[in-house]
């Protein structure tokens, strides 16, 4: 048996534990192993495999990031490429990729990544590659599991600069206002504002208005406290209107940003105060990963190659309760989990007194 390994999409803590894992419980059954290197757009160079071992795994549980590489783009059914007039266009290169595959010997893959890797993971089983997806975003809004590797990394990091970013806003009498990565689910922006005793917690799920965040700094005024932490998602709308752009890349989802700025330039405006506005950006990927997301990383890694060896294939690696699933992947493209409205943690929010802007 050979096998394949690939990280995709955004960085995330956790996922070098989650190769080493994959990697060593392949050997163990006398495997051989490969990673692609960088995301699937190396499929398409002349050398777009590097051998896993013992050796090239170890010591990695502790790092951050992936020693495979990553890209945001290279969607084999969706490659760039410049045509005559200088124009970028998309075509389908999924039968090269697919020959690729075939040429090198590859027996089954592990796909690690988020939404959009499984959407890629899903059309490559179609076409007869069987897979072992993953599940890894920061943004822990991949359907089915309950957590994502990278996700309590990425919150402990959002947190800790929250909280220091509290005691400067009440040193200065200021609003500060925290950008948080979260495109459509506000899962880092609600776990880490209220763990951090945020005021206002701004995410996607929830459309936000002025007067409803200016009422909570109106009374926050009245009981002495002279500071306001608002902790926005990305992917944060104003009611009747849209979430922020920054730009597009051919072959790569939208980027958002810019909503920290307009909210901050806005309470500025209405208050009087002096508004700061901070995004933590790819802080909240980088860094060691918590003993959590290598715990979990570890499991999956395991779990992917078990489920190869039992021809259990085409499949998604969850955490459902703290126990190891398998789901289809096709139940899990073009899916998101969001933040439920009704759920423990935003009540939790709301009863004690968290503004979500509604």
């Given amino acids: 048996m050979k096998i394949a390994i690939n990280t995709g999409g955004g960085d995330a803590p956790g996922l070098n534990a989650a190769i080493r894992a994959a990697t060593l419980a392949a050997l163990s059954h006398g495997w051989e192993v490969v990673g692609i290197k960088n995301g699937y757009g190396s499929l398409y160079t002349e050398e777009p495999f590097i051998p896993l071992n013992q050796d090239t795994v170890r010591g990695i549980t502790f790092q951050g990031g992936t020693i495979l590489g990553t890209a945001n783009r290279g969607n084999p059914f969706e490659m760039p490429y410049q045509k005559d007039d200088g124009s970028w266009a998309l075509e389908d290169r999924s039968d090269e990729a697919i020959d690729v595959f075939k040429k090198h010997g590859i027996d089954a893959l592990i796909a690690i ?8 993971a899903d059309k490559l089983t179609k076409k007869g590659i069987p897979i072992i997806g993953i599940p890894k975003t920061i943004d822990n809004d991949i359907w089915a599991t ?18 220091k970013l509290t005691t400067t806003a009440a040193s200065h009498q200021r609003i500060m206002v925290v950008e948080v990565m979260g495109r459509y689910a506000g899962w880092i922006a609600l776990h880490s504002g209220l763990s951090a005793s945020a005021d206002i917690i701004l995410i996607p ?19 002495g406290r002279h500071h306001t932490i608002v902790v926005v998602a ?3 709308v104003e009611k009747g209107e849209t979430h922020f752009v920054k730009g597009k890349v051919i072959g790569q989802s939208e980027q958002l940003g810019g909503a920290d700025q307009y909210i901050a330039d806005k309470l500025s405006e209405l208050t009087g105060k002096e508004s700061r506005s901070i995004v933590l950006g790819h802080l909240q990927r980088g860094g060691t990963p918590s003993s959590y997301d290598r715990l979990i ?3 999956f890694g395991a779990a992917a190659v078990r489920a190869i060896d039992e021809g259990d294939t085409n499949k998604l690696i969850v955490m459902q309760q703290n126990q190891i699933k398998r789901i289809p992947i096709a139940e899990v493209a073009n899916k998101m989990k969001l933040v439920p409205l009704d759920g423990d943690t935003i009540r939790t929010a709301r009863e ?3 503004c979500l802007g509604d």
């Fill in 234 to 236: 990305e992917g944060a």
């Fill in 352 to 354: 004690i007194g968290t």
């Fill in 146 to 163: 309950d957590i994502t590797l990278g996700f309590d990394t990425a919150v402990s990091t959002a947190t800790e600069a929250i909280d």
């Fill in 205 to 223: 799920e929830v459309e936000y208005t002025f007067d409803s965040i200016l009422k909570k700094i109106e009374e926050r005024e009245k009981r």
């Fill in 113 to 120: 990544g988020g939404d959009g890797s499984m959407i890629i």
């Fill in 297 to 299: 990383s570890l499991r």
